[in-house]
């Protein structure tokens, strides 16, 4: 019977799961990994999911995509919208969204495993499926390959993934080389004296000492790296204080670093630690501040060789018109870990979801930035129809590619 891939993704995407707790999103991809004949293990790294094809001799090709959600209000308006809500690790009940097309991703696996078991008998070797978790924590991939996936399951010779994105649905958008930067998550504790607000006087103000902070912090990027290079210092999160008349004692900053390098990720993490301890300085704070690094993503680099024999695959499934160079991505994946733990080749590909005619007038209007949600909007939701049959297309192609 023939898996409806619509009403899959409809499903997910109403229901989505914060990173690793995406147990009901787990349970529906493993189930459907049994009904297609798979071996499969559920709870690989907390909520991960493993499932294996054995069909003759030949390359084992690991198949990766991610399922966890993010704590975003849906805005689509669609009929299908995200009305769900969960509880963040600080034990806050926040809305839940598939803001980044993480149920695009499962959906199209899904499709793609369908697609190859019913080709088996055109090609010969082992597929291994990994549904992984905590995607957005950047832990995930982690999270199963310390719960011994290269040594539970066959070793990879190449590991293959996808990702939608903002690009015109039908269009594949692959590179060899940098596909994504490397990255870090970071959290500043900015340590003043707390008081009563009518006395600045006899306070040391955190909540100026953060605002400082992130103006100057925002000069790394324009004043320390060669404008010809690439790097990105965001401050996604500000925390200080719980009345408008008290001082508070600290301030915490959440800050996402992107750089396409380890030398350029030397430079911006020393830029930061130099801002950051200068300006608690300035600020006459007596305790030096902290600074704890959440998560470290490495750069996705794809495999060259590897690449060219995808490339090619994608183009002769697609069209040669409808795969292009995007350029390198200054957003991060963990699905690195797996090829660079196992030392094998990666190759790591986005594929289209946005409407092609609604793609060309934006663009045409020179309004690709507002008129286009990007992941982790609250307006972004792939069209449904071609993007699952693209990516069910391009993922079969490319494992084909080297299952032969």
């Not at 979801?353 to 982790?376: M, Q, W, Y």
């Amino acid at each position: 019977m023939t898996i409806d891939l619509e009403a899959l993704y409809i499903d997910l995407h109403q229901h989505p799961e914060l990173s690793f707790q995406e147990t009901r999103t787990a349970g529906i991809a493993a189930q459907h990994l049994r009904d297609l004949g798979l071996e499969v293990e559920e709870g690989v790294g907390v909520t991960g999911v493993v499932g294996v094809l054995r069909n003759g001799d030949g390359p084992v090709v690991w198949v990766r995509a991610d399922m966890d959600a993010l704590p975003v209000e849906e805005q689509t308006g669609l009929a299908y919208a995200s009305t769900a809500h969960g509880v963040d690790p600080a034990g806050t009940t926040v809305p839940v969204m598939h803001a980044c097309g993480h149920d695009m991703h499962v959906t199209a696996m899904i499709g793609a495993v369908e697609k190859l078991v019913a080709e088996r008998d055109q090609w010969s070797g082992t597929l291994v499926v990994v549904i992984q978790p905590a995607e957005e924590y950047g832990a995930g991939a982690r999270a199963m390959l310390d719960a011994g996936v290269l040594d539970r399951y066959p070793k990879p010779d190449v590991v293959l993934g996808q990702h939608v994105t903002p690009l015109p649905a039908g269009i594949i958008g692959v590179r060899s080389g940098t596909q994504m930067a490397a990255s870090d998550g970071l959290t500043v504790t900015l340590h003043g004296r707390g008081g009563h607000g009518s006395r600045p006087h006899a306070t040391i103000d955190p909540v100026v000492m953060a605002a400082a902070t992130v103006m100057r912090l925002q000069t790394i990027t324009s004043r320390e790296i060669d404008p010809q290079g690439v790097a990105v210092v965001t401050v996604g999160s500000i925390h200080a204080g719980l009345k408008n008349n008290i001082i508070p004692a600290e301030a915490k900053l959440e800050l996402s670093l992107r750089y396409p390098n380890e030398e350029a990720r030397e430079k911006v993490l020393a830029s930061v630690e130099r801002i950051v301890r200068a300006e608690a300085t300035a600020s006459g704070a007596e305790r030096e501040p902290e600074i704890r690094t959440d998560h470290t993503l490495p750069a996705t680099i794809n495999d060259e060789d590897a690449t060219a024999r995808v490339t090619a695959a994608l183009q002769r499934a697609l069209g040669e018109a409808s795969v292009i160079d995007p350029g390198m991505f200054t957003g991060s994946e963990d699905v690195s870990w797996f090829a660079r733990d196992a030392g094998v080749p990666l190759v790591f590909w986005f594929w289209g979801g946005i409407d092609p005619v609604r793609f060309a007038e934006a663009s045409a209007a020179g309004r690709l930035e507002k008129d286009i949600p990007t992941n982790h909007s609250p307006f972004f939701a792939p069209e449904i129809h071609p993007t699952i049959e693209v990516g069910v297309t391009a993922l079969s192609a490319a494992a084909r590619e080297f299952l032969g």
